[in-house]
Each structure stands twice: as C-alpha cells, then as structure tokens.
C-alpha cells in the first residue's frame, strides 16, 4: 500500500515569512495529493489539492508543486499569519481506484508575531 | 458543517462494554472512511469502503468492526477494547470524479477506561 512521509514534523517560522513543508509517496499509481489543515479542537480541512496531471497549483498564499518522478510534494505558505499555526497534513490517494488515502504524519506550524 | 456528521462527540467506555460509532453523510459520496487520530501515529487510516463495499483493512484488529450498510450511512463497532485505542476516530468521505476532496466528520473522541 502507499507510505507518505512528511517531514518537518514541527516548522517556527516568524510572520511574514515564508514556510514549506514536503511530502513523498510511494506507490505511483496515487495521483490525487491534497492538503488538509487541522487546528486544535477542530476537523482537518481541505486547503489545497493537486493531481498528478499537474505540476503546480496556487491559491493565494498557498502553493503546491509536485514532482511525479521524485514521488514528492510540496506545500509552500507565504506572508505567513499566526493564524496560519495549525497542524498541516499530506495525503496521497489513487482517485477511481481503491481510494485508499494515506496521509503524512502531519507537521505542527507555529508562527510568532 | 461538512456534511459529514458523527455521533457521538464523546464517548466513555470500559474494556468490556460494546458501543458503536456512527457517521453519515448526504453528500452523494460513494467511499468512506474510519481513521484513528492519536498523539502517536496521527491520522491513520483503519477501513475503506468503496460503494458499501470494504476495499481496504489496514490491519485493524478484530475488536474493532465495519459495518456500511448503504453508501451514507458508517458504523464502527468497539468490543473489548484496550486503553490503547483511546483516540480521536475520524470519518470521511469522498467521490471519484470531479472533486476528489475528502471531508472529514467531526470525530468521536473515544476513551477507554
């Protein structure tokens, strides 16, 4: 089965810098990466995704790029905010397949003000 | 709101009792989802179900059981747990095509004394 790895697993970045967190996968086949934010207490939410026929994606302060041949993505935030602090994860899944979505350990953003 | 919904928020059990999770969704998805989130191994995916049918068991042990009986509606069925199994169990859904964003309920924070 797939095996996502996300590393860091914490990032303190000072506001209004830029912060990336990276991801790999195994299985090839995956070609759906999206990006969930999770802050405390609360669900993880959708805030990116990218699939495999893509190599990059932007949505304001937020990017995504993905390099099938590596088998790796990134999720970039710039101009970050501290309410940006949240744990963010990774996730990889073959789309029309089995479905199976894996996600990355997550990595715990804090920004200081 | 997600439209995701997950009963109950909370649950006490002990290691002898039975309960049962309950997730549901109305958003016309076809897979579903049970994930186990703890301080160790965060966002774990336990089962998949793909139009009702279970397409991936991610080695969960027996004490804890599946049961989708149509393409809304998601048990987890808990017997004879361990205080290990303690955690935030999380539900989601998807749908191939289109948006393959997964939504994530609420989650039943479980803890067994």
């Known amino acids: 089965g797939e095996n996502v790895e996300q590393h860091p697993s914490t990032l303190s970045v000072q506001e209004g810098d830029s912060a990336v967190i990276k991801c790999t996968y195994s299985?090839?086949?995956?070609?759906?990466f999206p990006w969930y934010k999770q802050e405390l207490g609360k669900r993880p939410q959708l805030i990116i995704d990218?699939?495999?026929?893509?190599g990059e994606k932007k949505d304001q302060r937020i990017a995504v790029t993905l390099n099938k041949t590596a088998k790796h993505f990134s999720l970039h935030i710039t101009e970050t905010q501290p309410e940006d602090s949240a744990v963010y994860f990774c996730a990889a899944r073959t789309v029309n397949n089995n479905n199976d979505m894996r996600f990355g350990a997550g990595t715990r953003l804090t920004v200081k003000p | 709101e997600t439209g995701v919904t997950q009963t109950p928020r909370h649950l006490v059990m002990g290691m002898t009792n039975k309960k049962s999770l309950k997730c549901e969704q109305h958003?016309?998805?076809?897979?579903m989802y049970w994930y186990k989130q703890s301080a160790k191994k965060p966002l774990e995916l336990m089962f998949v179900y793909n139009f009702k049918e279970q397409t991936e068991n991610n080695s969960v042990p027996s004490r804890f059981s599946p049961e989708c009986p149509n393409s809304s509606h998601l048990f987890l069925h808990l017997h004879t747990l361990q205080p290990e199994d303690s955690a935030l169990y999380l539900c989601?859904?998807?749908?191939?095509?289109?948006?393959?964003?997964?939504?994530f309920g609420q989650g039943t924070r479980l803890t067994v004394v």
């Open positions: 990218i699939r495999s026929n893509v």
């Open positions: 958003l016309g998805h076809n897979a």
């Open positions: 989601a859904s998807s749908q191939d095509g289109g948006r393959a964003e997964a939504f």
């Open positions: 299985d090839s086949a995956s070609n759906y």
